[in-house]
Each structure stands twice: as structure tokens, then as C-alpha cells.
């Protein structure tokens, strides 16, 4: 009886290793599919925290298409644009740059491409008028949205500033 009892636990056993086996196999071979080599992809994608890299530089850089010298008159103009930026905004002069970078390669793939400093600038200009410090990638999708539904530059700059300066009247 002992032993019949030992082989049922035994049985019950192996077969909940052989499931739990089976259930990180599935899982290990889902998350190879998903990431590729994050190392690579990630630093000529996204400025992260840990690199020390100005954002400026790296944002002009990047709109550039090329590694761009520090002394290039470009990555001034940026650093100008994201420190106009930045008193208006909750994000670091870091988010600023990775945001910009973003919306500047959606609106490039939908055969609108613009000027990176000019949007910060612009929507800037946005936050600014509405009297309180915004999130800029939430601005950066509102902007994306309608550019992206047809709205000219203009146009979809004179949407936001409308919506957003009516923060000022409710505060």
C-alpha cells in the first residue's frame, strides 16, 4: 500500500515538473522571438540614463545622420532648443531629446519630416501658453496625431494651442 501510495506522489511529481519544464520552455523560447540583441538596438535608438552623452549632441547627431562634433553649430541650436524646452516640460533634457527623436522619425516615415528644434520650439510654445508645466510626450502625441490625419504644421499647431491655453482658464 506504502508503495502504491509513494508512486501516485511520484507520478504527481513528475508531472508537475514536466509541466512547469514545458511551461518555461514556452516561455524562454517566446522571449528569444521578442528580443533581439538589446545591446545593439538600444544605444543608436534611444539616448538611455546610464550613457553620459549630451542630449543635444546626440539629438543633432541623430537628426544629422551622422556623428556630428560638439562644436557644430547644429548641436548648439538643439541645446538652445531643449533648455527653451525644458522650463516648460516634466521630462529631463534626456526624455526631451529621446521624445523629439520619436515624433521626428514617425512624422519622417509619414513624408513629414521637420525641423527637431523647431518642434520643441513650437510646442514649447504650446505648454508655454497654458500657463502650467506639461508632459511633453503627451504634446508630442496630440501633434503626431494630427499631423499624421493630414493637418498641416500650422494647422496642427493652432489645434494645440487652442485646446491647451484653455488649461490656463480652469486653474
Known sequence: ?????VSKAGVALVACFLCVACGK?????????????QAEKSSAIWLRANEHVDPALWLASREAG????????????????????RAHFL?????LANRTAQIGKMLAEDGRAEDYAGILYELADIAKA?????TYGELCQHY???????ATREGALS???ERYKTQKQFR
Open 1 to 5: 500500500m506504502r508503495l502504491l501510495r
Open 144 to 150: 503626431y496625431n494630427l499631423r499624421h490625419k493630414g
Open 91 to 95: 521630462e529631463s533634457h534626456r526624455m
Open 159 to 161: 489645434v494645440l494651442a
Open 25 to 37: 520552455e514556452e516561455r524562454a523560447h517566446e522571449t528569444n522571438d521578442v528580443i533581439e540583441t
Open 130 to 134: 497654458a500657463g502650467q508645466t506639461q
Open 66 to 85: 551622422r556623428e556630428l562634433a560638439e562644436s557644430d553649430p547644429a548641436v548648439d541650436k538643439m541645446r538652445e532648443a531643449i533648455v527653451a524646452a
